[in-house]
């Protein structure tokens, strides 16, 4: 079973940075495509950023540019910097694992990310 650990998220304001935290605990972090996801209130919830076990990344057009997403696979961690964030860029930011040789997708239970402007 596999559990995560979002942590990073706060208040800061509009041109800033912030630095999320995923912690995953289980068997073979190193087989899982780990995603950041992002619900504002009142929306879906959307991808922001994922990254492959081979460390290609993926990003949504809103983020690209801004936002990096990385992964230490010694240390079972996934990070996504944001920086230059946005008003728009305000919600809850999720954690997810998937892969395609282990059922099951998770995720962590988010951290808030608020920008002021």
């Known amino acids: 079973q596999v559990q995560l650990s979002e942590s990073g998220g706060g208040l800061v304001q509009a041109g800033g940075s912030l630095r999320l935290s995923c912690a995953f605990y289980?068997?073979?972090?190193?087989?899982?495509?780990m995603g950041w996801y992002r619900q504002a209130p009142g929306r879906e919830r959307e991808m922001v950023a994922r990254?492959?076990?081979?460390?290609?990344?993926n990003y949504a057009d809103s983020v690209t540019g801004r936002f990096t997403v990385s992964r230490d696979d010694a240390n079972n961690m996934a990070y996504l910097q944001m920086n230059n964030l946005k008003v728009e860029d305000t919600g809850i930011y999720y954690c997810?694992?998937?892969?395609?040789?282990?059922?099951?997708?998770?995720w962590g239970q988010g951290t808030q990310v608020t920008v002021s402007s």
């Open positions: 289980g068997n073979l972090f190193s087989i899982y495509i």
């Open positions: 997810s694992a998937n892969s395609v040789r282990s059922p099951g997708e998770f």
């Open positions: 990254i492959t076990p081979t460390g290609g990344p």
